[in-house]
């Protein structure tokens, strides 16, 4: 299987240092680069091709979100994501989901409706295929289109701050059958809430929605 590293291509940059930090980013996000591997830049660079610049560019923003630091006498090195980081991360998107709810309720048309249940039928007829890479841009459409019923622009500009965690956490969640099934099933009885105009039935199904996929994804950490 092609990992994030294998995979760099600087010719389809859109600029090599945001190449260079997605690479890496990815690469630490599916463990290619684990927890307390070092980090030297001179490598990196001829691994990837490039100059050292981006690489060190790169470095300097991940080492801002915390996913790499400097240790003493050992260089830089991956800190990953911490539990601590995961719990963090899954709690302001509960927040943010389940703040627009009420929003979605009052503003989704029956046109927006239409599509997410014929989201959910294709995500249905995929369940018992191997394609999760498909599966994963579906349930991500499905997602985003729910959000964007909200009409509330600047509280979806603040769920897309964490879009990238967040599909990378599906990326390992939805990968176990077990939690594909149970996924499917929360979200239709999202939906089917949304539709009966039900807020807080809603709010709390997005709750025990976004906990069993923090729980899932825990257990793989």
């Known amino acids: 299987m092609s990992t994030p590293i294998a995979s760099f291509n600087p010719a389809n940059a859109r600029t090599i240092r945001q190449m260079v930090y997605e690479t890496l980013r990815e690469a630490i996000f599916e463990r290619e680069l684990k927890t307390g591997d070092r980090l030297v830049e001179k490598e990196l660079a001829e691994m990837l091709k490039v100059s050292r610049t981006p690489v060190r560019e790169a470095m300097r923003q991940l080492e801002m979100e915390g996913l790499i630091e400097h240790l003493p006498r050992k260089g830089v090195v991956v800190r990953g994501l911490t539990p601590e980081d995961v719990m963090e991360i899954y709690a302001i998107r509960e927040a943010l989901e389940v703040a627009t709810i ?15 249940h014929q989201l959910i039928a294709k995500m249905r007829r995929m369940m018992d295929e191997q394609d999760t890479g498909e599966l994963l841009r579906i349930s991500q459409q499905y997602n ?23 599909a990378k956490f599906r990326t390992v969640t939805m990968s176990k059958p077990p939690r594909r099934f149970d996924a499917l099933r929360e979200h239709e009885e999202i939906l ?16 025990q929605h976004l906990r069993a996929a923090r729980e899932e994804y825990l257990k793989n950490l």
Do not use: C, G
């Open 102 to 116: 009420p929003f979605i309720v009052q503003n989704i048309t029956a046109e927006d409706m239409q599509k997410l």
């Open 144 to 166: 985003e289109m729910l959000i964007r019923a909200s009409k509330m622009p600047r509280l979806m500009n603040l769920i897309n701050t964490y879009q990238e965690y967040l």
């Open 192 to 207: 089917q809430a949304i539709e009966q105009k039900d807020v807080r039935r809603a709010e709390e199904l997005v709750r």
